[in-house]
Protein backbone atom coordinates (compact mmCIF):
# COMPACT_ATOMS: atom_id res chain seq x y z
CA UNK A 1 0.00 0.00 0.00
CA UNK A 2 1.26 3.88 -1.20
CA UNK A 3 -0.34 5.58 2.00
CA UNK A 4 1.60 6.87 4.33
CA UNK A 5 1.34 8.99 7.95
CA UNK A 6 3.00 12.01 7.83
CA UNK A 7 4.02 12.77 11.34
CA UNK A 8 5.37 16.70 12.51
CA UNK A 9 4.42 19.90 13.64
CA UNK A 10 3.20 22.95 11.48
CA UNK A 11 4.89 24.20 8.63
CA UNK A 12 7.15 21.23 8.27
CA UNK A 13 6.20 20.85 4.67
CA UNK A 14 4.17 18.07 5.07
CA UNK A 15 1.60 19.85 2.58
CA UNK A 16 4.61 20.24 0.15
CA UNK A 17 6.19 16.94 0.17
CA UNK A 18 2.93 15.25 -0.56
CA UNK A 19 2.12 17.94 -3.67
CA UNK A 20 5.48 16.55 -4.97
CA UNK A 21 4.51 13.08 -4.24
CA UNK A 22 1.89 13.23 -6.10
CA UNK A 23 3.38 14.48 -9.25
CA UNK A 24 6.40 12.13 -8.79
CA UNK A 25 3.29 9.22 -8.77
CA UNK A 26 1.81 10.47 -11.61
CA UNK A 27 5.53 10.86 -13.96
CA UNK A 28 5.98 7.10 -12.94
CA UNK A 29 2.55 6.42 -14.36
CA UNK A 30 1.02 5.00 -10.79
CA UNK A 31 -1.26 7.98 -11.01
CA UNK A 32 -3.58 9.25 -13.57
CA UNK A 33 -3.38 12.49 -12.58
CA UNK A 34 -0.87 13.23 -9.84
CA UNK A 35 -3.32 16.43 -8.21
CA UNK A 36 -3.63 16.51 -4.51
CA UNK A 37 -7.17 17.38 -2.48
CA UNK A 38 -6.52 18.83 1.03
CA UNK A 39 -9.21 17.78 3.65
CA UNK A 40 -9.55 18.49 7.39
CA UNK A 41 -12.30 17.39 9.89
CA UNK A 42 -15.12 19.59 8.73
CA UNK A 43 -14.78 19.05 5.10
CA UNK A 44 -15.69 15.15 5.90
CA UNK A 45 -17.79 15.21 8.95
CA UNK A 46 -21.46 15.82 8.87
CA UNK A 47 -23.76 17.47 11.73
CA UNK A 48 -26.53 14.51 11.50
CA UNK A 49 -26.63 10.87 10.76
CA UNK A 50 -25.70 9.92 7.24
CA UNK A 51 -24.49 13.64 6.33
CA UNK A 52 -21.00 12.82 7.02
CA UNK A 53 -20.85 9.70 4.37
CA UNK A 54 -21.56 11.79 1.52
CA UNK A 55 -19.48 14.18 2.37
CA UNK A 56 -16.58 12.00 2.63
CA UNK A 57 -17.91 10.14 -0.32
CA UNK A 58 -17.54 13.85 -2.48
CA UNK A 59 -14.12 14.40 -1.39
CA UNK A 60 -12.73 11.10 -1.91
CA UNK A 61 -14.10 10.87 -5.32
CA UNK A 62 -12.14 14.43 -6.24
CA UNK A 63 -8.83 13.00 -5.39
CA UNK A 64 -9.35 10.08 -7.11
CA UNK A 65 -6.45 9.62 -9.62
CA UNK A 66 -4.26 11.97 -7.20
CA UNK A 67 -3.22 12.02 -3.38
CA UNK A 68 -6.07 13.04 -0.66
CA UNK A 69 -4.35 14.66 2.02
CA UNK A 70 -5.93 14.67 5.52
CA UNK A 71 -4.73 17.26 7.84
CA UNK A 72 -4.83 16.75 11.56
CA UNK A 73 -6.47 13.57 10.96
CA UNK A 74 -6.55 12.37 14.53
CA UNK A 75 -9.36 14.76 15.01
CA UNK A 76 -11.08 12.16 13.16
CA UNK A 77 -11.07 10.27 16.52
CA UNK A 78 -12.56 11.63 19.33
CA UNK A 79 -11.93 9.37 22.54
CA UNK A 80 -14.97 9.77 24.98
CA UNK A 81 -17.17 11.67 23.06
CA UNK A 82 -20.54 10.74 22.04
CA UNK A 83 -22.38 11.29 19.57
CA UNK A 84 -19.62 11.71 17.08
CA UNK A 85 -19.34 11.08 13.13
CA UNK A 86 -15.87 10.80 12.65
CA UNK A 87 -16.11 7.03 13.39
CA UNK A 88 -18.53 7.24 9.96
CA UNK A 89 -15.91 9.20 7.63
CA UNK A 90 -13.00 6.85 8.76
CA UNK A 91 -15.31 3.76 7.57
CA UNK A 92 -15.88 5.64 4.78
CA UNK A 93 -12.43 6.25 3.63
CA UNK A 94 -11.72 2.72 4.51
CA UNK A 95 -14.04 1.53 2.32
CA UNK A 96 -12.93 3.85 -1.02
CA UNK A 97 -9.15 2.77 -0.37
CA UNK A 98 -9.60 -0.67 -0.85
CA UNK A 99 -11.82 -0.22 -3.80
CA UNK A 100 -9.95 2.27 -5.43
CA UNK A 101 -6.03 1.18 -4.01
CA UNK A 102 -5.09 1.31 -8.13
CA UNK A 103 -5.87 5.32 -8.26
CA UNK A 104 -5.77 6.60 -5.04
CA UNK A 105 -3.00 7.49 -2.46
CA UNK A 106 -4.34 8.33 1.23
CA UNK A 107 -1.90 10.55 3.23
CA UNK A 108 -3.11 11.53 6.69
CA UNK A 109 -1.04 13.81 9.26
CA UNK A 110 -0.60 15.68 11.72
CA UNK A 111 1.00 15.39 15.16
CA UNK A 112 3.10 12.55 16.07
CA UNK A 113 1.76 11.11 19.15
CA UNK A 114 -1.89 11.80 18.10
CA UNK A 115 -1.51 10.24 15.15
CA UNK A 116 -0.22 6.91 16.76
CA UNK A 117 -3.52 7.24 18.79
CA UNK A 118 -5.70 7.76 15.58
CA UNK A 119 -3.76 5.14 14.02
CA UNK A 120 -3.78 2.82 16.90
CA UNK A 121 -8.36 3.35 17.57
CA UNK A 122 -9.09 1.20 14.22
CA UNK A 123 -7.54 -1.63 13.07
CA UNK A 124 -8.18 -1.21 9.41
CA UNK A 125 -6.50 1.80 9.33
CA UNK A 126 -3.14 0.17 11.28
CA UNK A 127 -2.99 -2.41 8.26
CA UNK A 128 -3.81 0.43 5.55
CA UNK A 129 -0.98 2.77 6.43
CA UNK A 130 2.27 1.04 6.55
CA UNK A 131 4.73 3.76 6.64
CA UNK A 132 5.39 6.62 8.62
CA UNK A 133 7.56 9.52 7.36
CA UNK A 134 8.37 12.33 10.09
CA UNK A 135 9.28 15.64 9.54
CA UNK A 136 11.32 17.07 12.24
CA UNK A 137 11.31 20.90 13.20
CA UNK A 138 13.53 23.20 11.00
CA UNK A 139 17.12 23.96 12.62
CA UNK A 140 17.71 28.15 12.97
CA UNK A 141 19.71 28.46 10.40
CA UNK A 142 17.32 26.35 7.95
CA UNK A 143 14.69 28.66 8.56
CA UNK A 144 16.86 31.83 8.41
CA UNK A 145 17.41 30.64 4.74
CA UNK A 146 13.59 29.97 4.41
CA UNK A 147 13.04 33.71 5.09
CA UNK A 148 16.01 34.75 3.00
CA UNK A 149 14.36 32.89 0.03
CA UNK A 150 11.13 34.34 0.60
CA UNK A 151 12.32 37.82 0.84
CA UNK A 152 13.78 37.55 -2.52
CA UNK A 153 10.95 35.96 -3.85
CA UNK A 154 9.37 39.29 -2.99
CA UNK A 155 11.83 40.96 -4.66
CA UNK A 156 13.81 42.26 -1.61
CA UNK A 157 17.76 41.76 -0.61
CA UNK A 158 17.95 41.34 3.27
CA UNK A 159 20.94 43.13 4.89
CA UNK A 160 22.94 41.49 7.06
CA UNK A 161 21.77 43.35 10.06
CA UNK A 162 18.01 42.35 9.11
CA UNK A 163 19.33 38.55 9.12
CA UNK A 164 21.47 39.08 12.52
CA UNK A 165 17.83 40.47 13.66
CA UNK A 166 15.51 37.58 12.48
CA UNK A 167 18.71 35.05 14.13
CA UNK A 168 18.00 36.63 17.14
CA UNK A 169 14.14 36.50 17.50
CA UNK A 170 14.42 32.41 16.56
CA UNK A 171 17.13 32.28 19.53
CA UNK A 172 14.88 34.47 21.98
CA UNK A 173 11.39 32.41 20.41
CA UNK A 174 9.50 29.75 22.89
CA UNK A 175 9.55 26.18 20.72
CA UNK A 176 6.89 23.87 21.06
CA UNK A 177 4.23 22.21 18.93
CA UNK A 178 2.53 25.17 18.45
CA UNK A 179 5.69 26.61 16.53
CA UNK A 180 5.11 27.18 12.85
CA UNK A 181 8.64 26.62 11.70
CA UNK A 182 7.87 27.62 7.88
CA UNK A 183 4.96 28.94 8.26
CA UNK A 184 5.70 31.41 10.89
CA UNK A 185 9.02 32.39 8.09
CA UNK A 186 6.16 33.12 5.87
CA UNK A 187 4.23 35.39 8.03
CA UNK A 188 7.06 37.37 9.42
CA UNK A 189 8.62 37.85 5.63
CA UNK A 190 4.51 39.68 4.80
CA UNK A 191 4.80 41.71 8.01
CA UNK A 192 8.49 42.48 7.20
CA UNK A 193 7.30 43.64 3.87
CA UNK A 194 4.48 45.95 5.23
CA UNK A 195 6.84 47.14 7.66
CA UNK A 196 9.56 48.23 5.18
CA UNK A 197 6.66 49.63 2.77
CA UNK A 198 5.83 52.35 5.47
CA UNK A 199 9.82 52.90 5.60
CA UNK A 200 9.78 53.75 1.91
CA UNK A 201 7.09 55.93 1.70
CA UNK A 202 7.98 58.43 4.56
CA UNK A 203 10.99 58.54 2.61
CA UNK A 204 11.03 61.96 0.07
CA UNK A 205 13.46 60.51 -2.89
CA UNK A 206 13.78 56.41 -1.84
CA UNK A 207 16.30 55.55 -4.40
CA UNK A 208 16.35 52.14 -6.35
CA UNK A 209 18.58 50.56 -3.25
CA UNK A 210 16.17 52.12 -0.44
CA UNK A 211 13.37 50.32 -2.64
CA UNK A 212 15.01 47.23 -2.78
CA UNK A 213 16.47 46.92 0.80
CA UNK A 214 14.96 45.03 3.86
CA UNK A 215 16.80 46.19 7.22
CA UNK A 216 16.46 45.28 10.34
CA UNK A 217 13.86 48.32 11.24
CA UNK A 218 11.67 46.41 9.16
CA UNK A 219 11.78 42.95 10.91
CA UNK A 220 8.98 42.71 13.79
CA UNK A 221 9.50 42.64 17.13
CA UNK A 222 8.13 39.48 17.58
CA UNK A 223 7.43 35.84 15.45
CA UNK A 224 4.07 35.88 16.12
CA UNK A 225 1.86 38.53 14.82
CA UNK A 226 0.87 39.54 18.46
CA UNK A 227 2.18 43.14 19.47
CA UNK A 228 3.28 42.77 23.04
CA UNK A 229 2.46 45.90 24.95
CA UNK A 230 5.19 46.81 27.40
CA UNK A 231 4.72 47.86 31.38
CA UNK A 232 5.47 51.05 32.14
CA UNK A 233 7.30 49.71 35.54
CA UNK A 234 10.12 46.79 35.46
CA UNK A 235 8.13 43.81 37.06
CA UNK A 236 11.42 42.94 39.29
CA UNK A 237 11.15 46.63 40.92
CA UNK A 238 7.54 45.93 41.03
CA UNK A 239 8.12 42.82 42.95
CA UNK A 240 10.60 44.34 45.13
CA UNK A 241 8.23 47.06 46.13
CA UNK A 242 5.34 44.95 47.51
CA UNK A 243 5.23 44.70 51.36
CA UNK A 244 6.71 41.48 52.76
CA UNK A 245 7.13 38.67 50.98
CA UNK A 246 10.88 38.54 51.62
CA UNK A 247 11.52 34.96 50.61
CA UNK A 248 9.22 35.19 48.19
CA UNK A 249 10.63 37.63 46.04
CA UNK A 250 14.24 35.99 46.40
CA UNK A 251 12.52 32.63 44.76
CA UNK A 252 11.56 34.74 42.11
CA UNK A 253 14.60 36.59 40.95
CA UNK A 254 15.95 32.83 41.62
CA UNK A 255 13.96 32.59 38.29
CA UNK A 256 14.51 35.51 36.50
CA UNK A 257 18.54 34.78 37.19
CA UNK A 258 18.08 31.16 35.96
CA UNK A 259 16.57 32.36 32.91
CA UNK A 260 18.49 34.84 31.77
CA UNK A 261 21.49 32.22 32.35
CA UNK A 262 19.94 30.12 29.66
CA UNK A 263 19.72 33.07 28.09
CA UNK A 264 23.48 33.84 28.43
CA UNK A 265 24.35 30.10 27.59
CA UNK A 266 22.03 30.32 24.20
CA UNK A 267 24.23 33.70 23.10
CA UNK A 268 27.53 31.44 23.90
CA UNK A 269 25.97 28.90 21.41
CA UNK A 270 26.27 26.30 24.31
CA UNK A 271 23.22 23.70 24.34
CA UNK A 272 20.39 24.43 26.80
CA UNK A 273 17.41 22.40 27.93
CA UNK A 274 14.44 23.83 27.90
CA UNK A 275 13.08 23.36 31.64
CA UNK A 276 9.92 23.08 32.78
CA UNK A 277 8.57 26.93 34.51
CA UNK A 278 5.21 25.25 35.92
CA UNK A 279 5.16 25.97 39.57
CA UNK A 280 2.87 25.82 42.79
CA UNK A 281 1.81 28.38 44.76
CA UNK A 282 0.86 27.76 48.36
CA UNK A 283 -1.02 30.09 51.15
CA UNK A 284 -3.59 31.61 52.71
CA UNK A 285 -6.12 33.80 51.00
CA UNK A 286 -4.95 37.73 50.31
CA UNK A 287 -1.29 36.60 50.68
CA UNK A 288 -0.83 38.32 46.37
CA UNK A 289 -0.34 35.31 44.70
CA UNK A 290 -2.17 36.55 42.21
CA UNK A 291 -0.43 39.75 42.15
CA UNK A 292 3.13 37.55 42.06
CA UNK A 293 1.56 35.31 39.41
CA UNK A 294 0.99 38.43 37.05
CA UNK A 295 4.58 39.41 37.14
CA UNK A 296 5.83 36.24 37.29
CA UNK A 297 4.31 37.01 33.46
CA UNK A 298 5.92 39.73 32.76
CA UNK A 299 9.19 39.14 33.95
CA UNK A 300 8.94 36.03 31.86
CA UNK A 301 7.89 38.15 28.78
CA UNK A 302 10.64 40.55 28.98
CA UNK A 303 13.54 37.46 29.17
CA UNK A 304 11.51 36.08 25.74
CA UNK A 305 10.61 33.03 27.86
CA UNK A 306 6.86 33.66 27.05
CA UNK A 307 5.20 35.70 23.74
CA UNK A 308 2.90 37.98 25.47
CA UNK A 309 3.17 38.35 29.40
CA UNK A 310 -0.41 38.34 30.31
CA UNK A 311 -2.03 36.11 32.84
CA UNK A 312 -5.41 34.13 32.82
CA UNK A 313 -7.06 33.27 35.79
CA UNK A 314 -9.25 30.12 35.94
CA UNK A 315 -11.14 28.36 38.65
CA UNK A 316 -12.81 25.00 38.48
CA UNK A 317 -16.32 26.02 37.44
CA UNK A 318 -14.35 27.39 34.44
CA UNK A 319 -12.49 24.42 33.73
CA UNK A 320 -15.00 21.06 34.51
CA UNK A 321 -17.98 20.81 32.38
CA UNK A 322 -21.17 19.14 33.65
CA UNK A 323 -21.38 16.27 31.30
CA UNK A 324 -19.44 14.28 29.43
CA UNK A 325 -17.25 15.64 26.81
CA UNK A 326 -17.47 19.19 28.09
CA UNK A 327 -14.22 19.42 30.17
CA UNK A 328 -11.76 18.69 28.14
CA UNK A 329 -12.93 21.51 25.50
CA UNK A 330 -13.24 24.12 28.18
CA UNK A 331 -9.50 23.02 28.92
CA UNK A 332 -8.24 23.52 26.23
CA UNK A 333 -10.12 26.47 25.57
CA UNK A 334 -8.59 28.22 28.84
CA UNK A 335 -4.89 26.72 28.03
CA UNK A 336 -5.55 28.19 24.36
CA UNK A 337 -5.91 31.90 25.90
CA UNK A 338 -3.37 31.68 28.10
CA UNK A 339 -0.66 30.94 25.56
CA UNK A 340 2.07 33.35 25.26
CA UNK A 341 1.57 33.95 29.35
CA UNK A 342 0.63 32.03 32.37
CA UNK A 343 -2.26 30.20 33.60
CA UNK A 344 -3.11 30.75 36.87
CA UNK A 345 -5.71 28.35 38.69
CA UNK A 346 -7.04 29.35 41.94
CA UNK A 347 -7.84 26.39 44.51
CA UNK A 348 -6.72 24.07 42.25
CA UNK A 349 -7.61 21.28 44.26
CA UNK A 350 -10.42 21.23 43.91
CA UNK A 351 -9.66 19.76 40.65
CA UNK A 352 -9.88 16.25 42.48
CA UNK A 353 -12.77 13.84 43.54
CA UNK A 354 -14.77 13.04 40.46
CA UNK A 355 -14.38 12.17 37.06
CA UNK A 356 -15.03 14.90 35.71
CA UNK A 357 -11.82 16.76 37.14
CA UNK A 358 -10.20 13.78 36.33
CA UNK A 359 -10.67 14.36 32.94
CA UNK A 360 -9.64 17.87 33.33
CA UNK A 361 -6.38 17.42 35.09
CA UNK A 362 -5.28 14.64 32.32
CA UNK A 363 -6.08 17.07 29.54
CA UNK A 364 -4.41 20.04 32.14
CA UNK A 365 -1.08 17.85 31.93
CA UNK A 366 -1.41 17.19 27.91
CA UNK A 367 -1.28 20.51 27.21
CA UNK A 368 1.00 21.68 29.79
CA UNK A 369 3.47 19.25 28.05
CA UNK A 370 2.37 20.21 25.10
CA UNK A 371 2.67 23.80 25.22
CA UNK A 372 5.20 23.98 27.93
CA UNK A 373 7.59 26.24 25.75
CA UNK A 374 5.02 29.34 25.84
CA UNK A 375 2.78 28.44 28.81
CA UNK A 376 3.54 28.78 32.27
CA UNK A 377 0.67 27.03 34.77
CA UNK A 378 0.54 28.00 38.07
CA UNK A 379 -1.42 25.97 40.56
CA UNK A 380 -2.86 27.72 43.59
CA UNK A 381 -4.14 26.72 47.16
CA UNK A 382 -3.78 25.90 50.38
CA UNK A 383 -0.33 24.70 51.47
CA UNK A 384 -1.87 21.29 52.79
CA UNK A 385 -4.72 20.64 50.19
CA UNK A 386 -2.28 21.41 47.56
CA UNK A 387 0.21 18.62 49.05
CA UNK A 388 -2.42 16.33 48.91
CA UNK A 389 -3.76 16.84 45.34
CA UNK A 390 -0.13 16.36 43.96
CA UNK A 391 0.04 13.36 45.55
CA UNK A 392 -3.18 11.50 44.66
CA UNK A 393 -2.68 12.51 40.85
CA UNK A 394 0.62 10.64 39.22
CA UNK A 395 3.26 12.26 36.98
CA UNK A 396 1.13 15.93 38.28
CA UNK A 397 3.91 16.57 40.93
CA UNK A 398 6.87 16.28 38.92
CA UNK A 399 5.30 18.95 36.45
CA UNK A 400 5.21 21.24 38.78
CA UNK A 401 9.03 21.20 39.94
CA UNK A 402 8.94 24.78 41.79
CA UNK A 403 6.65 25.50 44.67
CA UNK A 404 6.78 28.80 46.56
CA UNK A 405 4.87 29.31 49.96
CA UNK A 406 3.23 32.65 50.28
CA UNK A 407 3.21 32.92 54.49
CA UNK A 408 0.91 35.19 56.53
CA UNK A 409 1.24 38.79 56.58
CA UNK A 410 2.39 40.17 59.60
CA UNK A 411 0.71 42.83 62.33
CA UNK A 412 2.93 45.74 61.12
CA UNK A 413 3.28 44.21 57.15
CA UNK A 414 -1.03 44.33 57.25
CA UNK A 415 -0.93 47.74 58.65
CA UNK A 416 1.90 49.00 56.06
CA UNK A 417 -0.77 47.24 53.46
CA UNK A 418 -3.85 49.10 55.30
CA UNK A 419 -1.65 52.57 54.78
CA UNK A 420 -1.18 51.92 51.22
CA UNK A 421 -4.55 51.26 50.60
CA UNK A 422 -6.14 54.35 52.17
CA UNK A 423 -2.99 55.96 50.04
CA UNK A 424 -4.54 55.38 47.14
CA UNK A 425 -7.85 55.99 47.53
CA UNK A 426 -6.71 60.01 48.85
CA UNK A 427 -7.42 59.50 52.37
CA UNK A 428 -4.98 60.32 55.16
CA UNK A 429 -4.89 58.41 58.55
CA UNK A 430 -5.55 60.25 61.58
CA UNK A 431 -2.39 59.21 64.18
CA UNK A 432 -4.16 56.79 66.89
CA UNK A 433 -5.51 54.48 63.29
CA UNK A 434 -2.78 52.46 63.20
CA UNK A 435 -2.48 51.34 67.09
CA UNK A 436 -5.97 51.09 66.74
CA UNK A 437 -5.86 48.52 63.67
CA UNK A 438 -3.24 46.78 65.70
CA UNK A 439 -5.84 46.52 68.50
CA UNK A 440 -8.43 44.87 65.83
CA UNK A 441 -5.68 42.10 64.88
CA UNK A 442 -5.30 40.63 67.84
CA UNK A 443 -8.78 40.05 68.06
CA UNK A 444 -9.12 38.25 64.73
CA UNK A 445 -8.50 34.66 64.49
CA UNK A 446 -5.75 33.71 62.10
CA UNK A 447 -6.08 30.46 60.21
CA UNK A 448 -6.99 29.40 56.97
CA UNK A 449 -9.47 31.56 56.02
CA UNK A 450 -7.73 34.34 57.69
CA UNK A 451 -8.03 37.10 54.71
CA UNK A 452 -4.20 38.93 54.78
CA UNK A 453 -4.18 41.63 52.49
CA UNK A 454 -7.89 41.36 51.41
CA UNK A 455 -9.04 41.61 55.27
CA UNK A 456 -7.30 44.36 55.04
CA UNK A 457 -9.18 45.61 52.00
CA UNK A 458 -12.52 44.88 53.63
CA UNK A 459 -11.89 46.99 56.94
CA UNK A 460 -10.76 50.25 54.57
CA UNK A 461 -14.19 49.85 53.13
CA UNK A 462 -15.95 49.48 56.53
CA UNK A 463 -14.13 52.46 57.75
CA UNK A 464 -14.77 54.35 54.51
CA UNK A 465 -18.80 53.59 55.64
CA UNK A 466 -18.19 54.38 58.84
CA UNK A 467 -16.26 57.61 58.13
CA UNK A 468 -19.45 58.63 55.74
CA UNK A 469 -21.99 58.21 58.67
CA UNK A 470 -20.12 61.22 60.38
CA UNK A 471 -19.16 63.45 57.83
CA UNK A 472 -21.86 66.35 57.47
CA UNK A 473 -22.20 69.70 55.04
CA UNK A 474 -20.10 71.50 57.35
CA UNK A 475 -16.87 68.57 56.84
CA UNK A 476 -13.82 70.99 55.26
CA UNK A 477 -11.28 69.14 52.99
CA UNK A 478 -9.37 67.84 55.45
CA UNK A 479 -12.28 66.00 57.18
CA UNK A 480 -13.04 64.58 53.99
CA UNK A 481 -10.12 62.95 53.43
CA UNK A 482 -9.22 61.52 57.36
CA UNK A 483 -9.87 58.43 58.94
CA UNK A 484 -10.02 58.53 62.28
CA UNK A 485 -9.18 55.42 65.17
CA UNK A 486 -13.03 55.13 65.65
CA UNK A 487 -13.66 54.74 61.54
CA UNK A 488 -11.85 51.76 62.26
CA UNK A 489 -14.77 48.54 63.33
CA UNK A 490 -13.98 44.86 64.72
CA UNK A 491 -13.78 42.51 61.33
CA UNK A 492 -16.70 40.44 60.79
CA UNK A 493 -16.29 36.62 60.79
CA UNK A 494 -16.45 36.06 57.08
CA UNK A 495 -14.92 39.58 56.34
CA UNK A 496 -11.64 37.11 55.43
CA UNK A 497 -13.41 35.55 52.69
CA UNK A 498 -14.96 38.33 51.18
CA UNK A 499 -14.17 40.22 47.55
CA UNK A 500 -10.81 40.65 46.64
CA UNK A 501 -8.56 43.71 47.07
CA UNK A 502 -5.06 45.15 45.80
CA UNK A 503 -2.95 42.27 47.69
CA UNK A 504 -4.68 38.97 46.41
Known sequence: ??????????????????????????????????????????????????????????????????????????SLYQEGVEEDYGPEAIAELLKFMENHRDD???????????????????????????????????????LIEIFSGQVRSAGLDLAPDARDRVADLLRRAPRGRSFGNARTMRNLCERATVLQARRI????????????????????????????????????????????????KKEVHRLAAEARAGDLRRAAGQPVTVPTRHM???????????????????VYADLGLLSSGHLVEVARADLVGSYVGQTAPRVRAAVEQA??????????????????????????????????????????????????????????????????????????????????????????????????????????PR????GNGRLMRNLLDAAVAAQSERLTDSSDASELATLSADDLQPARPEAAAEGPGLYL
Open 104 to 142: LVVIVAGYEREMRRFIASDPGLASRFPSTVRFPDFSDAE
Open 280 to 298: VFTGNPGTAKTTVARLVAS
Open 339 to 444: LGGVLFIDEAYSLAGDSYTQEAVSTLVQLMEEYRSDLVVIAAGYEREMESFLAANSGLDSRFPKHIAFPDYSDDELVQIFEHLAAAEGLRLAPGVPARLRTLLRDV
Open 447 to 450: GPSF
Open 201 to 248: TALRRPTPEDLSALLAADIPDTLSGATRVRPGTDPLAELDGLIGLADV
Open 1 to 74: ARHMVFTGNPGTGKTVVARLFARILKDLGVLTSGHLVEATRSTLVGQYIGETSVKTRNVVQRALGGVLFIDEAY
